[in-house]
């Protein structure tokens, strides 16, 4: 079986493979202040939990967007699982050409969007992964990453909208029944989701045009996909493992030069 760890700045999220099947799935909260031994008994713990043996374990592809955390992280895996992990990095085989200014700077997470959006469900396409950040990635027919955008996530906008303003309370961030709220609360509830849907289907309606292709499918991805997919109109696909399905899909790639 195969683990694969998607770091992101709010959670780690974990699935393990056996073959395409997936086999379980799990999140842990990204903290910079655990230790490798900390998030190894988590995940033994969680292994156990589910009658997984940790020698299973064959192989593990990891992505970070959090680069204080990852010697902690590939730490625990040489002392738990015994092996080093596999991670996107320059000479790893993705099977798609990034046309990025400086391919380095494309986040790892963003590349395995882009590996299993364009396998999963082909070209051209356009990912949007709903995270702490909110991230657009264009995939174009012949496989190659165009480039994209990046916008602050859901809840870090109303974060932010709180934290910033003197009288405007803490809120639930569940999408409210009108756009005309008729309290302070609905009022914040509306501006940050409505809204953020309307970015969202302005931004995929500027990439599409763009790109200048018909039949551009979008797939979203990310915890907070869900309060948006349902009431955006442009969202084709959601798949909420997308990003643990393409590194699966890059460990494959190079398993041969393990």
Not at 29 to 41: Q, V
Not at 87 to 96: A, C, F
Request: with cysteine.
């Amino acid at each position: 079986m195969i683990l694969t760890l998607d770091i992101g700045n709010t959670n780690m999220k974990s699935a393990l493979f056996d073959g395409t099947e997936m086999k379980q799935y799990w999140r842990l909260s990204t903290n910079r202040n655990r230790t490798s031994d900390e998030y190894g008994m988590a995940m033994m713990n969680l292994l156990d939990h589910h009658g997984i043996d940790r020698a299973d374990v064959k192989g593990i592809m990891l992505s970070s967007v959090v680069p204080q955390i990852n010697f902690t992280i590939e730490h625990m895996c040489r002392n738990y699982f015994g092996m080093e992990p596999m991670k996107i990095e320059p000479g790893v085989k993705t099977g798609i050409n990034i046309k990025y200014e400086n391919p380095r700077e494309l986040g790892s997470d963003r590349i395995a969007n882009a590996v299993a959006a364009y396998e999963l469900y082909g070209g051209p396409c356009i990912t949007i992964d709903f995270g702490t950040a909110t991230s657009f990635g264009a995939i174009s027919a012949k496989g190659e990453f165009l480039g994209g955008a990046i916008c602050p996530g859901l809840k870090l906008a109303a974060d932010a909208l709180t934290e910033n303003t003197a009288k405007l309370p803490r809120f639930e961030l569940v999408k409210p029944e009108f756009a005309i709220g008729r309290n302070t609360v609905t009022n914040m509830q509306a501006g940050i989701v409505f809204g953020y849907i309307g970015q969202i289907k302005y931004l995929v309606e500027r990439m599409k045009r763009e790109m200048g292709v018909p039949g551009i499918k979008v797939i979203a991805t990310g915890g907070l996909a869900v309060l948006v997919a349902g009431e955006s109109s442009v969202i084709d696909v959601m798949d909420g493992l997308l990003t643990l399905k393409g590194l699966r899909l890059i460990y494959e790639k190079n398993a041969v030069n393990r």
